[in-house]
């Protein structure tokens, strides 16, 4: 009798199959068609063709959704240089149509991922002030929905590399934008609140704090997120 996979390996494996099916070049109309197909109905693009959920942060940063190749050639004729991908694994075919039309529009495509349900990473934050100092620019940084990932990498930004105010950064995760703090992308308003207790409040900046004082797994073991909240988020909206 043959070993039946466990959920958690179930789970991966059909991961590892998307990531197979869509991590290549494309190869064809047919393949184009298909990709298109999956960004919008599976990938929830339909919704993104008709709001983006774009901002501009600063006249050198843009923030949004993922983008189709229309909003992508919109932004390159607009002059925006590169593209920030925090999304990660390419499991749709939102990623290779993306990369198509950055090569066909001269962009350059940088991946960056962040997570929006977990504590930030500290490596991936100290890191972030050369990588925002190398960021050709004007850019673009997009997540799924741009919401939650996009605000953190936007608050990042005008936090290390333009020194702006900790409140002003903050304005960056906001219900403007459809970020829900008390959800479990609520994580990433605690980070930067606990900054402000433990580093802000001492005259301690911020990426001394990271690299100093503060304790991701404390950070993960003390926010409660809001079940309402985490419902519409997750199952509701779908978010990443």
Known sequence: MLNRLRPDEERYARRMARIARWDRPLAGSADRLRAWANMLLVDHGIFRMAYLNAHQVTPRLWRAAQPAPTQIAHFARKGVKAIVNLRGGREHGSWPLQREACERHGVTLIDYVL???????????????AFFESLPEPALVHCKSGADRAGFFAALYLLVHENRSLDEAMGQLSLRYGHFRFAKTGILDAFFETYRREGAAQGIGFLDWVERIYDPEKLEREFKPGLISSLIADRLIRRE
Request: glycine content about 14%; charged content about 40%; overall charge positive.
């Open 115 to 129: 997570r929006s349900r977990g504590a930030p990473d500290r490596e991936t934050i100290l890191g972030s002030k």
